[in-house]
C-alpha cells in the first residue's frame, strides 16, 4: 500500500452510479478524464488537484439539504469539458462523517493537512458553512501563516456560542491556538445583514472587508486580495436568490454567476492559493439544478485558473519583472512597483518591520496609476505600513 491510501481510511467510494453515468459521456468531458475513487483508490502521484465531498449539515443554519449537494454537484462537473493541459484531477470520493461535527471537521483537517503536504490543491464541496473551520486546520503544523479570502453575503462571529456552528465557525478560526491566521477578506457582504459591531472588529483586527457594492463597480479589481490568500472559500449565500436558488440564505442581492465565476478564476491563477472550499449548495430548494451547474462552473473556473499558472511570485528571476519607481514629490519618498512580463499582473515593494526589510504585495494597474498620477498610496501599502 502506498501512501496515499492511507486516505482510504477517511473517504468512501464514489457511489457506481455516478461511474456507470460516466460511460454516456465522451472521452473529453471531466468525468471520463479525472482519477476517480471507484473499485481502487487512485495512484496521485504527480497529481495536482483532488475533489472531495463532505456531506455535513449537522450544524446548517436554515439550510437543512446541503448534505447532498457533493453527489449532485459532482455530476454536473463530470459533464463540463475537460482542459487541455496534462495536469492529473482526482476524485477521491466523499468524507465519511464523523460521530459529530467536530469529528467530521477534524477528519477533513486531517485529510487536507496529509494532501496540501503533498502538494496537492483540495477542492472541497460541502455541506454547511462551518466545514471551512475543518478546512483551515488542514494549514496546521505547517510552520506558515495563513491568509483567507472568503466570499459570504454575511459574517459568521458570534462569541456568544461556544460549540462549532456554521453561524460562528469564524469566531473558533480568529481565535484558534496556535493563531498562525496572517489575514483575512471578507468579499460580498451585505451590510445590513452585517452586525456594524463586528465589521469594527474586523477594522481593528487590520482584517479587510470589501462589501457587495464595491465589489460589483469593478470585480477585476478583487483580483489582487484573493492572489494574496492561502485558503480560498465561497457561501453560495454570496450569490443573488435568481442565479442561485438552492441556499436556504440566499437574498435577492448578491453576486451574479459570471462574478463568483471569475473570482473563483482569479483563486485558481494565484500561485499562492492551496485549498478551495464551496460550501452551503443545497439542492432540495434548487430549481431545475441551476445551483448545482453554478456550483459545478465555479469548480471549474477554479481548476481553470490553476492550469493557468505561470509561477511569477514569489519572484523567482528579476528578469521576468518591470520595475517602476514612483516618486512622491510632497513626500520625498520613492514607491516601487514590479510588473510580471509573464502574467501581467501588479505587485507593490512594502516595508516589513523596522529592520529595513521589505516584501512585495499584490495590486492592481489601477493602484499604480494612482500612486503616479495623484500620488496616492495603495491601501495595501498603508495598512502593511501600519
Given at each position: 500500500m502506498n501512501d496515499f491510501e492511507s486516505l482510504k481510511n477517511f473517504l468512501s467510494p464514489v457511489k457506481d452510479s455516478m461511474i456507470e453515468q460516466n460511460e454516456h459521456l465522451s472521452p473529453y468531458q471531466l468525468g471520463n478524464t479525472m482519477l476517480i475513487n471507484a473499485k481502487r483508490f487512485p495512484d496521485l502521484e504527480d497529481t495536482k488537484i483532488a475533489l472531495i465531498g463532505v456531506g455535513e449539515e449537522r450544524n446548517a443554519n436554515n439550510n437543512v439539504g446541503c448534505m447532498d449537494a457533493p453527489d449532485l454537484v459532482r455530476k454536473e462537473l463530470y459533464a463540463l469539458s475537460s482542459f487541455d493541459f496534462p495536469t492529473k484531477i482526482a476524485d477521491l470520493g466523499n468524507l465519511i462523517i464523523g460521530a459529530t461535527p467536530c469529528d467530521t471537521n477534524f477528519a477533513l483537517g486531517n485529510v487536507l493537512n496529509f494532501l496540501l503536504r503533498?502538494?496537492?490543491?483540495?477542492?472541497?464541496?460541502g455541506g454547511s458553512n462551518d466545514l471551512m473551520y475543518g478546512q483551515f486546520l488542514g494549514y496546521n503544523d505547517m510552520e506558515m501563516e495563513v491568509?483567507?479570502?472568503?466570499?459570504?453575503?454575511k459574517l459568521d462571529v458570534s462569541f456568544l456560542q461556544e460549540e462549532l456552528a456554521a453561524n460562528n465557525y469564524l469566531s473558533h478560526i480568529f481565535t484558534h491556538s496556535p493563531n498562525f491566521l496572517r489575514n483575512f477578506l471578507l468579499m460580498g457582504y451585505q451590510t445590513y445583514l452585517v452586525d456594524y459591531n463586528l465589521l469594527k472588529i474586523l477594522e481593528q483586527m487590520k482584517f479587510e472587508q470589501v462589501r457587495l457594492g464595491s465589489l460589483q463597480e469593478d470585480y477585476r479589481?478583487?483580483?489582487?486580495?484573493?492572489?494574496d490568500a492561502d485558503l480560498f472559500s465561497i457561501d453560495m449565500s454570496v450569490v443573488r436568490c435568481s442565479e442561485a436558488p438552492g441556499n436556504g440564505?440566499?437574498?435577492p442581492n448578491g453576486l451574479f454567476g459570471n462574478e463568483i465565476c471569475a473570482l473563483a478564476r482569479y483563486a485558481g491563477m494565484s500561485d499562492k492559493v492551496?485549498?478551495?472550499?464551496?460550501?452551503?449548495v443545497n439542492p432540495h430548494l434548487d430549481l431545475r439544478n441551476q445551483t448545482t451547474q453554478l456550483a459545478a462552473q465555479i469548480i471549474w473556473y477554479f481548476m481553470d485558473g490553476v492550469m493557468g499558472r505561470v509561477g511569477d511570485y514569489p519572484i523567482i528571476s528579476e528578469k521576468d519583472f518591470l520595475k517602476y519607481t514612483v516618486h512622491f514629490q510632497s513626500e520625498n519618498n520613492n514607491i516601487e512597483f514590479y510588473k510580471s512580463r509573464k502574467s501581467s499582473r501588479w505587485w507593490v515593494k512594502v516595508p516589513k518591520g523596522n529592520k529595513g526589510m521589505h516584501q512585495?504585495?499584490?495590486?492592481?494597474?489601477?493602484?499604480?496609476?494612482?500612486?503616479?498620477?495623484f500620488e496616492q498610496y495603495p491601501e495595501k501599502w498603508l495598512k502593511a505600513v501600519e
Amino acid at each position: 500500500m502506498n501512501d496515499f491510501e492511507s486516505l482510504k481510511n477517511f473517504l468512501s467510494p464514489v457511489k457506481d452510479s455516478m461511474i456507470e453515468q460516466n460511460e454516456h459521456l465522451s472521452p473529453y468531458q471531466l468525468g471520463n478524464t479525472m482519477l476517480i475513487n471507484a473499485k481502487r483508490f487512485p495512484d496521485l502521484e504527480d497529481t495536482k488537484i483532488a475533489l472531495i465531498g463532505v456531506g455535513e449539515e449537522r450544524n446548517a443554519n436554515n439550510n437543512v439539504g446541503c448534505m447532498d449537494a457533493p453527489d449532485l454537484v459532482r455530476k454536473e462537473l463530470y459533464a463540463l469539458s475537460s482542459f487541455d493541459f496534462p495536469t492529473k484531477i482526482a476524485d477521491l470520493g466523499n468524507l465519511i462523517i464523523g460521530a459529530t461535527p467536530c469529528d467530521t471537521n477534524f477528519a477533513l483537517g486531517n485529510v487536507l493537512n496529509f494532501l496540501l503536504r503533498n502538494e496537492i490543491i483540495p477542492i472541497i464541496i460541502g455541506g454547511s458553512n462551518d466545514l471551512m473551520y475543518g478546512q483551515f486546520l488542514g494549514y496546521n503544523d505547517m510552520e506558515m501563516e495563513v491568509a483567507i479570502a472568503h466570499a459570504d453575503a454575511k459574517l459568521d462571529v458570534s462569541f456568544l456560542q461556544e460549540e462549532l456552528a456554521a453561524n460562528n465557525y469564524l469566531s473558533h478560526i480568529f481565535t484558534h491556538s496556535p493563531n498562525f491566521l496572517r489575514n483575512f477578506l471578507l468579499m460580498g457582504y451585505q451590510t445590513y445583514l452585517v452586525d456594524y459591531n463586528l465589521l469594527k472588529i474586523l477594522e481593528q483586527m487590520k482584517f479587510e472587508q470589501v462589501r457587495l457594492g464595491s465589489l460589483q463597480e469593478d470585480y477585476r479589481e478583487m483580483e489582487p486580495f484573493v492572489r494574496d490568500a492561502d485558503l480560498f472559500s465561497i457561501d453560495m449565500s454570496v450569490v443573488r436568490c435568481s442565479e442561485a436558488p438552492g441556499n436556504g440564505n440566499a437574498s435577492p442581492n448578491g453576486l451574479f454567476g459570471n462574478e463568483i465565476c471569475a473570482l473563483a478564476r482569479y483563486a485558481g491563477m494565484s500561485d499562492k492559493v492551496s485549498s478551495f472550499g464551496l460550501y452551503e449548495v443545497n439542492p432540495h430548494l434548487d430549481l431545475r439544478n441551476q445551483t448545482t451547474q453554478l456550483a459545478a462552473q465555479i469548480i471549474w473556473y477554479f481548476m481553470d485558473g490553476v492550469m493557468g499558472r505561470v509561477g511569477d511570485y514569489p519572484i523567482i528571476s528579476e528578469k521576468d519583472f518591470l520595475k517602476y519607481t514612483v516618486h512622491f514629490q510632497s513626500e520625498n519618498n520613492n514607491i516601487e512597483f514590479y510588473k510580471s512580463r509573464k502574467s501581467s499582473r501588479w505587485w507593490v515593494k512594502v516595508p516589513k518591520g523596522n529592520k529595513g526589510m521589505h516584501q512585495l504585495m499584490p495590486c492592481s494597474y489601477s493602484e499604480y496609476e494612482a500612486a503616479a498620477s495623484f500620488e496616492q498610496y495603495p491601501e495595501k501599502w498603508l495598512k502593511a505600513v501600519e
